[in-house]
């Protein structure tokens, strides 16, 4: 069964570095998503992206955020300057055309110190 | 806006029960509605996705049903095991908008005691 990759697994940051979360989705899917679930917290859209840019984003995806798909199969969530409220599981997901459901990455952890 | 609700938030059961979770939302307008499994710590995990047309979808001990208009889904457990303990996320895609983004709630955590 296809699988969205998400590298790393768990990630530990000092406060105000940049970071670059990883992720490579099911290859045929189209539409490309951030999540994220702070510890104890609900899942929360972060923006998604179709067709090399970006087409909704939530009000947590400020300027501190940006996403990328440097090169057709790599889809790259950066944070720069970190604060301790980023702390959370971040999720990548893929999906097809049409009405198929998602498809979610394992997540990385980060955590901010 | 779209609110996604989970009742009950925990749930505690002994090996062998079947059991209802809940899951409401307050806009009836949606393209589809997908059940997922988290594991602590872990990833989402996609169960079943059942479209707006349709009333339930079933995998194996798991059964989902869906009422629109009634703002309603629910997911049926057959007789449970210790390896259904997770939380189980709710999470419908509005019929607004062409990004498909998810709106999730807050998810059932289930314990089944052997």
């Known amino acids: 069964e296809p699988e969205v990759t998400q590298t790393p697994s768990h990630q530990v940051t000092q406060m105000g570095q940049e970071v670059i979360l990883r992720c490579v989705p099911i290859s045929n899917h189209l539409y490309f998503y951030w999540y994220r679930q702070i510890l104890g917290q609900k899942v929360e859209f972060l923006v998604s992206?179709?067709?090399?840019?970006?087409?909704?984003k939530s009000e947590i995806f400020d300027d501190q955020f940006s996403v990328e798909r440097p090169d057709g199969s790599n889809f790259t969530l950066k944070i720069r300057s970190t604060k301790l409220e980023d702390s959370a599981m971040y999720f990548c997901?893929?999906?097809?055309?049409?009405?198929?459901?998602?498809?979610f990455g394992s997540g990385t952890r980060l955590t901010v110190v | 806006k779209q609110e996604v609700t989970q009742i009950p938030a925990a749930l505690s059961v002994p090996e062998g029960e079947n059991l209802v979770l809940n899951c409401s939302f307050t806009?009836?307008?949606?393209?589809?509605l997908q059940w997922f499994r988290q594991d602590p710590g872990k990833g989402l995990t996609s169960l079943l996705l059942?479209?707006?047309?349709?009333r339930e979808q079933t995998s194996g001990r798991l059964n989902a049903s869906l009422d629109k208009s009634s703002g309603r889904s629910t997911l049926y457990i057959a007789a449970s095991q210790p390896g259904d303990s997770a939380t189980y996320l709710c999470?419908?895609?509005?019929?607004?908008?062409?990004?498909?983004?998810?709106?999730f709630g807050q998810g059932t955590t289930l314990q089944v005691k052997p």
């Open positions: 997901a893929s999906r097809p055309q049409g009405a198929d459901g998602y498809t």
């Open positions: 992206f179709y067709n090399n840019e970006i087409s909704e």
């Open positions: 999470a419908v895609r509005p019929w607004s908008g062409n990004t498909g983004k998810l709106i």
């Open positions: 059942i479209q707006s047309s349709q």
């Open positions: 806009d009836s307008a949606i393209y589809n």
